[in-house]
């Protein structure tokens, strides 16, 4: 499958705690994004990367949560300090630059803070 | 205001009906419209992108209102595998992205 792939599709943690998933793009695709959906409403835009440069940030995205893509290939989010508010999915896409809006997701991690 | 409205719905239609949704953005200088399909706990998958001159694929048929500032999309001939939830999204020329909350679909036998 050289899809976009996600890991973990499920998390459960408690309040407080860290965690991190991770986000592997089609291998040819240099931008990668990162999205929240709630039940109900379509996906939020969190960031994205073009290779491993960050370019944008969304302000919903606040100092707990980081993303990184360190080589360019697969990404990183990390929530820190996790709040029941956290509870979504968050969705990856990757694209290619020159065709940037033709987004391919993967199938989502699926958070539940208790 | 959101960027991207959408009727929530559900729509609930018989097969072989014919349902239109709309969808309006507020930010003028947007650039490129797609449709997302979504099925219940899965991913957002592009249906297709939405041209100036509007365009149709198979029994899908997609069209853009810059003056009005809205696109819609017309579903001829439903079918149950139609049921979904269809996703609105904008792209303004700066490269940011807004998805609408999108509108559900049920086709019934």
């Known amino acids: 499958d050289t899809g976009v792939s996600q890991d973990p599709r499920h998390k459960i943690t408690k309040r407080g705690q860290n965690v991190t998933f991770r986000c592997d793009p089609i291998?040819?695709?240099?931008?990668l994004y990162w999205y929240r959906q709630t039940l109900g409403q379509g996906p939020e835009f969190l960031t994205y990367?073009?290779?491993?440069?960050?370019?944008?940030k969304s302000r919903l995205l606040s100092d707990r949560f980081s993303a990184e893509r360190p080589k360019g290939s697969f990404s990183t989010l990390e929530i820190q300090r996790t709040e029941q508010g956290d509870s979504a999915m968050y969705l990856c896409?990757?694209?290619?630059?020159?065709?940037?809006?033709?987004?391919?997701f993967g199938p989502g991690t699926r958070l539940l803070v208790l | 205001r959101k960027e991207v409205e959408q009727d929530p719905g559900p729509f609930n239609v018989p097969e072989g009906a014919t349902v239109a949704f709309n969808c309006t953005y507020s930010?003028?200088?947007?650039?490129?419209f797609f449709w997302y399909r979504q099925d219940c706990r899965k991913e957002p998958k592009l249906l297709m992108s939405?041209?100036?001159s509007g365009n149709e694929d198979g029994r899908f048929t997609a069209q853009l209102n810059r003056a009005s500032q809205y696109i819609s999309l017309l579903i001829r001939d439903s079918k149950l595998s139609d049921s979904a939830t269809y996703l609105c999204?904008?792209?303004?020329?700066?490269?940011?992205?807004?998805f609408g909350a999108g509108t559900r679909l049920t086709v019934k036998p």
């Open positions: 990367f073009q290779n491993e440069a960050q370019l944008e």
């Open positions: 930010n003028s200088a947007s650039q490129s």
């Open positions: 999204v904008v792209w303004d020329s700066g490269g940011s992205v807004s």
């Open positions: 896409a990757s694209s290619y630059t020159n065709s940037q809006e033709t987004q391919y």
């Open positions: 291998s040819e695709h240099n931008r």
């Open positions: 939405v041209y100036s």
